[in-house]
């Protein structure tokens, strides 16, 4: 087994990685080979300040005349798995999507003071319209149900009068992502939240088809506008213009999944007895897609990598290659 020298400024996280790798139990070294030209790259091309920045990495992963997609792609997994680790020790890096082409960038994950200013510009809210002004009750409402269900945009947007059950606080969600359909239940509070503002709206448009009507209010929410609405909110929190990364309203998605694995394991529960949970709730096609949220998140990376037994996806990693 050839021992590498690496140069770079990137070098002890690069020899870190190997030594976890091969403790693990992985040879590791077509990778560690791969890891030294990415070494010598940063150096010769004026990328070594010890830094895995996102610039750096886009540079490595464009994919050269004399390679396959698939080998590039390879080649951008060993650099993913670097910048994994370097997170796992509570420092920066840029982590781009396993096998694929495209970018993706962090999101943003929001702090609980983050949350209390966001939901304290939401309540505040006051359409200037006097006709719109329903829309207040709106917002405190479906702004909630994204943070404190986990759903998505056009989950709460969409939601049906006929699809929210007030009674034993449920919303029964159909043809979702990968055309699935669940149950979400909501938490006490959320429920009685539910069941204020349902008696409120009932006063102002009796019998309507939609839970959160929109301008039209034969017609829901539409995505774009909750979107452009979440933004206006936010640039009215202390925090607009603050943070690296503004977030959208899938944010408060991340930040739900984020803060319940937080829980559990602040808690001791078994992590890997109640991920499938969560992977159902939130209406995910395997664990895996549940546990990626976690994964790319700076502040979760010291729990997770202590008590993560459900597939390692710190440290190592296995994924089949795309073809």
Not at 12 to 29: F, H, N, T, V
Not at 137 to 164: A, I, N, P, Q
Not at 227 to 235: A, H, I, Q
Request: charged share 25%.
């Amino acid at each position: 087994m050839k021992n590498y020298e690496y140069q770079s400024q990137l070098a002890p996280y690069i020899s870190g990685l190997i030594r976890q790798k091969r403790a693990d139990g992985y040879s590791y070294e077509f990778e560690a080979y791969m890891l030294e030209r990415f070494d010598r790259f940063c150096i010769e091309n004026g990328y070594d300040n010890g830094s895995l920045t996102r610039e750096l990495v886009m540079a490595w992963a464009e994919q050269r005349p004399s390679e396959s997609k698939n080998y590039r792609n390879q080649r951008v997994s060993f650099v993913r798995q670097l910048a994994l680790y370097v997170i796992s020790l509570n420092m920066e890096a840029y982590i781009p999507r396993a096998f694929e082409s495209n970018e993706i960038s962090v999101p943003h994950i929001l702090s609980f003071d983050e949350v209390h200013e966001f939901y304290k510009a939401v309540d505040n809210f006051l359409p200037c319209q006097p006709n719109f002004r329903r829309f207040s009750l709106s917002y405190s409402v479906l702004f909630r149900l994204f943070y404190c269900c986990g759903l998505r945009l056009s989950e709460g947007c969409y939601l049906k009068r006929s699809t929210v059950n007030l009674e034993n606080g449920c919303l029964s969600i159909y043809q979702s992502k990968g055309h699935k359909d669940r149950v979400v239940f909501m938490s006490g509070d959320m429920l009685q939240m539910c069941r204020n503002y349902d008696r409120l709206m009932q006063k102002l448009l009796p019998d309507r088809d939609w839970f959160f009507p929109g301008r039209d209010e034969f017609k829901p929410f539409s995505k774009t506008s909750i979107d452009k609405k979440f933004s206006e909110l936010w640039n009215m929190t202390p925090y607009a213009g603050k943070v690296d990364k503004k977030p959208t309203v899938h944010s408060l998605r991340h930040t739900y999944v984020v803060t319940k694995m937080n829980d559990w394991m602040k808690e001791g529960k078994d992590f890997e007895a109640m991920m499938p949970y969560l992977s159902r709730y939130l209406g995910h096609a395997s664990i895996d897609e549940t546990q990626y949220y976690y994964h790319l998140v700076v502040f979760a990376f010291e729990i997770v990598r202590k008590h993560d037994s459900v597939a390692k996806r710190v440290i190592p990693e296995v994924v089949p290659h795309e073809e």
